[in-house]
């Protein structure tokens, strides 16, 4: 079956970075499109990222642009998010998510149990 | 503030029939397919319903999905109390080139 696994979540201060993976397995991963959709505390979801495939085309939330990155090793089955410049609104727990398709965002089909990552000094 | 509209909140007794709506815009809702995502306490999302009305395998009929212009329906009927969670509709903006959320609604089986 589907599994997606984080990784890399913890405390960092504001202005610092950190790298989430995600390791994926139960599915071909480089046939997917592959999601990062967080939930920032008592809050709903935000898309804050989308990668095709093949790892080219790659999308971002407004709130992100400019400060994180995703992106993805398909020999290794595992997604990556470069966050940047974090500030305390970055504050939440971080999904993997996995598309129904390769190149069309929608619908998110599979979700890990997600990393929480806390901005804080 | 969410671009897709859902309003906080719904409920009904066991047994009941809910609604719930998702308004968005023509360049989200109008011009691509409406998916919902049920959270359960504690837990990840799940997907519930795609592409408008359809049900992934294990999803009861009890869920169905509607969509008319630019806004969007769940329906929930035979209300349990373990339909208790966050509910959230979602799809791709075609302006934003990302994707959105509604800001999603509780619904809870008085």
């Known amino acids: 079956q589907v599994q997606l696994v984080e990784s890399g979540g913890g405390v960092v201060q504001p202005g610092g970075s950190l790298r989430l993976s995600c390791a994926a397995s139960?599915?071909?991963?480089?046939?997917?499109?592959m999601h990062w959709v967080r939930q920032a505390p008592g809050k709903g979801l935000e898309c804050v990222a989308f990668?095709?495939?093949?790892?080219?085309?790659?999308y971002y939330a407004d709130s992100v642009k400019g400060r994180f990155t995703i992106s993805r090793d398909n020999s290794k089955n595992t997604l990556y998010l470069l966050m940047n410049s974090l500030r305390a609104e970055d504050t939440a727990v971080y999904y993997c998510?996995?598309?129904?398709?390769?190149?069309?965002?929608?619908?998110?089909?599979?979700w890990g149990q997600g990393t929480l990552v806390t901005v804080s000094s | 503030q969410s671009v897709l509209t859902q309003p906080p909140s719904v409920s009904a007794a066991p047994g009941q029939k809910v609604t719930i709506s998702c308004s968005g815009s023509?360049?989200?809702?109008?011009?691509?397919?409406v998916s919902w995502y049920q959270q359960l306490p504690g837990t990840s999302p799940k997907l519930l319903i795609y592409?408008?009305?359809k049900r992934p395998s294990g999803i009861p009929d009890r869920f169905s999905g509607s969509k008319s212009g630019t806004s969007a329906t769940l329906g929930i009927t035979g209300l349990q109390t373990g339909d208790e969670a966050d509910y959230y509709c979602?799809?791709?903006?075609?302006?934003?080139?990302?994707?959105?959320f509604g800001g999603g609604t509780k619904l809870t089986v008085l």
């Open positions: 023509s360049s989200n809702i109008g011009d691509n397919y």
């Open positions: 990668i095709r495939y093949e790892g080219i085309s790659k």
């Open positions: 592409e408008n009305n």
């Open positions: 979602g799809t791709w903006d075609n302006s934003l080139s990302a994707g959105v």
């Open positions: 998510a996995k598309a129904k398709e390769n190149i069309v965002s929608f619908p998110i089909v599979n």
């Open positions: 139960g599915f071909t991963f480089s046939n997917y499109g």
